[in-house]
């Protein structure tokens, strides 16, 4: 009998392997820009020599605080190459925010870029946060470009690694264990600061194989389109699966979505990675949409409630829609659907947990295991969930329970085994004593043809102690009031899901790609004097 084996590396060795298999096959695909499996390891060694030259070694931070770009996965690369753990920091953060990673991150060196995106102008970020705090670590600033007051210029650096032979570097390298972190991302919740989440070389390789092998099956000649910012796991997966299989994946600086139609067409894109409802519903607006060709489309991935899902499949009938469940601490997705799966189970769940991972709902209060179809706190436990949140010792205690990771987040799984999502536990509403989760009431308010997206917040209330208040935006040109869209849920829903305040918005505060509930709270509250 022919047994299966799992086959998995670090982040270093899986850029030599793929580079010896690919060779000069396409790995990025920028606009401006495109780089083969072998001219990316060429740089990221040579990027690697100048970390060494510079005093780094096995075990040192190095924090990314750079838009998208081709220079920024030579730099994450580089740092796996020499043992050291990546910090991709969001580029949307303010001086406060960044000078609270710096410091918590333990970071030695930050490297970045002069290209002023629709983030900041990230020297002057970087020079306002260490006016603010300096971490006891922080030695080195590097910049990708114009020279700048108080940086070491890109170019002298790498020059200044040619001191250093690539043995050295290969050397730090077969050192490495796959159970040594790779990189840490930073998570935002409802705390004021987000939480550092180391995850291991094994983690990261092996979801992206276990997507590619199990749910993705991509070739070398596949296009990947992925235009996620890379300090988010919705990039850096993707980016794993892409290397396993020897396929391009697409980027670009930030998302535009004329030039992301251009380019899916351009480069014949077959698998799409949009993952999110605001950026699909961009594409899907955008006036060029109609008249792009993309036959070659085979599949695409979002996360949304069933009704936009639907709405998203009848627009790309040519591919297959499927989702995903999973977050930071475990490796970015635990579930993919299968794309074998019928239309109904791609709708309304987000497919099985992938080889090598568990999962299973349970009281959130009691912690007793829920049967089949009932709904309670999704608990997780396999090699790709973290092993806890840097210098966190508290909140690590409160996360695990029997070695299970308590995610938060209110689940079903079906008698299939299919994860169904129904939100956060905390956006869930007690409205008069009757529990309601947001996401029901956003998923049916979004049924409403001129509203593109819904978000829905528990807001104090002097009778029913809570009550909905839903924030919404409009199809562009599209009018409605506030008593309009409470007529519209009056007898389709019961009385205590319809909102009793509406907020209509054209931006929502983000942090990398979810919308932050909290500020909406914080906003609310301001609003009414609370």
């Known amino acids: 009998m022919k047994k299966t084996y799992t086959e998995f590396s670090t982040l270093g060795d899986l850029l030599v392997k793929a580079a010896q298999q690919y060779d000069d096959s396409d790995m990025l695909i920028f606009p401006e820009r ?15 020599r100048a970390l060494v030259a510079a005093g780094l070694r096995p075990g040192c931070h190095v ?9 920024y996965v030579e730099y994450l690369m580089a740092v796996q190459l020499i043992g050291g753990m990546a910090v991709p920091i969001n580029a949307r953060y303010k001086a406060s925010e960044l000078a609270y990673v710096l410091e918590n991150a333990d970071i030695d060196l930050v490297v970045t870029h002069d290209q002023i995106s629709e983030y900041a ?14 971490g006891p670590r922080l030695q080195h600033l590097v910049m990708i470009g114009e020279a700048t007051d108080g940086f070491v210029d890109d170019a002298a650096f790498l020059e200044s690694g040619e001191s250093v032979s690539i043995d050295q570097v290969d050397e730090y390298r077969v050192g490495v264990s796959v159970r040594q972190p790779a990189i840490m991302m930073y998570t935002s919740g409802t705390t004021a600061n987000p939480k550092g989440c180391p995850l291991n070389h094994e983690v990261l390789v ?15 000649n596949d296009r990947f389109w992925a235009p996620l910012p890379l300090f988010h796991m919705a990039a850096i997966l993707p980016l794993m699966c ?32 949009p993952s999110f409802p605001t950026i699909m519903q961009d594409l899907l607006n955008h006036p060029d949409f109609e008249k792009t060709d993309l036959s070659n489309l085979r599949r695409l991935n979002n996360v949304a409630p069933p009704d936009l899902l639907q709405r998203f499949q009848d627009a790309l009938p040519q591919a297959v829609q499927t989702g995903a469940y999973g977050l930071t601490e475990a490796g970015g997705v635990i579930a993919f659907n299968h794309p074998d799966e019928s239309l109904e189970q791609r709708l309304h769940t987000c497919g099985k947990p992938m080889p090598g991972l568990l999962a299973k709902i349970v009281d959130p209060d009691t912690l007793e295991e829920k049967p089949a179809g009932e709904q309670g706190e999704i608990l997780l436990k396999g090699y790709s969930v973290f092993d806890g949140y840097y210098k966190a010792v508290e909140k690590n205690q409160e996360a695990f ?43 049916f308010l979004l049924t409403h043809p001129s509203v593109i997206m819904a978000q829905v917040i528990g807001v104090p209330d002097d009778r029913l102690s809570e009550v909905a208040c839903a924030y919404i935006e409009l ?56």
């Open 121 to 134: 102008n990230f020297a002057r970020l970087i020079q306002e946060a260490l006016v603010e705090k300096r």
């Open 34 to 48: 495109r780089v083969t499996y072998t001219q990316m390891h060429d740089m990221a060694y040579r990027r690697a």
């Open 475 to 530: 199809h562009d040109g599209e009018s409605m009031t506030a008593e309009d869209l409470i007529a519209f849920c009056k007898g389709k829903i019961s009385s205590f899901k319809i909102p009793r305040h509406v907020r209509f918005v054209s931006e929502w505060p983000m942090s990398s790609t979810k919308i932050q509930k909290f500020v909406l709270r914080e906003n609310f509250s301001e609003a009414a004097g609370t």
């Open 63 to 71: 924090g990314i605080l750079m838009a998208n770009c081709i220079e």
């Open 401 to 443: 329970v029997d070695g299970w990771f308590r995610t938060g987040d209110l689940c079903a799984i079906d008698a299939d085994g299919g994860i169904e999502f129904h939100g956060r536990i905390k956006d869930m509403l007690k409205v008069g004593g009757e529990n309601v989760a947001a996401l029901e009431i956003e998923s």
């Open 206 to 220: 092996r979801n992206g194989i276990n997507m590619n092998r199990s749910r993705y099956f991509l070739e070398s």
């Open 242 to 273: 892409c290397m396993d299989a020897g396929a391009a994946m697409l980027s670009m600086t930030y998302f535009e979505p004329g030039l992301s139609l251009k380019m899916m067409e351009e480069e014949k894109v077959t698998v799409a990675f």
